[in-house]
T-cell receptor, first 112, second 113 residues
């Protein structure tokens, strides 16, 4: 069955460093992958979408890579700030655009 | 603020009861999605409506149903409630039907006692 794995342990980093979060998947061939940020008790916020034919996408301090051979996406936040502390969710979408499956999320803590 | 509104914010009800959750999408968005988020299951896609028609179905129980009205607002009906239905229910909207960039509402926290 389809499985999406994000590190369930919190990632603790120092302010100013680059945070790298991982999303691995098995038994799935997604057409695209999305990253969302979620703060406690609030709805997810869309960050980036990357399609299967794209290797990398950037938006300000954010960078996403998508390796369909490794079945992995990496999400980077450069020059991290305490305000970046949140849970980050990856979500995989299929070709028909009628299913979106979310990973369990990774909690990022940026310490000043 | 995403522009998606959900009511009520909190709902406490008893097992066996029926509740209705309401969602208004962002202006101009034709797609509405419903999600359930619980601690053990994570964020689960339930159902999508596009311009009034059901477009996609996820892990939605038969006790749950939804609809999208001509003004594009949507309602999620949950019936014969069980303790395990306690969760955060999110509505999201997007411009297209293709489940890309979605804007989530603040959620409704349902507690079944």
């Amino acid at each position: 069955s389809q499985k999406i794995e994000q590190n369930s342990e919190a990632l603790n980093i120092q302010e100013g460093k680059t945070a790298t979060l991982t999303c691995n998947y098995t038994n799935y061939s997604p057409a695209y992958l999305q990253w969302y940020r979620q703060d406690p008790g609030r709805g997810p916020v869309f960050l980036l979408l990357i399609r299967e034919n794209e290797k990398e996408k950037r938006k300000e301090r954010l960078k996403v890579t998508f390796d369909t051979t490794l079945k992995q996406s990496l999400f980077h936040i450069t020059a991290s700030q305490p305000a970046d502390s949140a849970t980050y969710l990856c979500a995989l979408g299929n070709n028909a655009g009628n299913m979106l499956t979310f990973g369990g999320g990774t909690r990022l803590m940026v310490k000043p | 603020d995403s522009g998606v509104t959900q009511t009520p914010k909190h709902l406490i009800t008893a097992t066996g009861q029926r509740v209705t959750l309401r969602c208004s999408p962002r202006s101009g968005d034709l797609s509405v999605y419903w999600y359930q988020q619980s601690l053990d299951q994570g964020l689960q896609f339930l159902i999508q409506y596009y311009n009034g028609e059901e477009r996609a179905k996820g892990n939605i129980l038969e006790r749950f149903s939804a609809q999208q009205f001509p003004d594009l607002h949507s309602e999620l009906n949950l019936s014969s409630l069980e303790l395990g239905d306690s969760a955060l229910y999110f509505c999201a909207s997007s411009v297209t039907a293709l489940m890309d960039e979605q804007y989530f509402g603040p959620g409704t926290r349902l507690t079944v006692t």
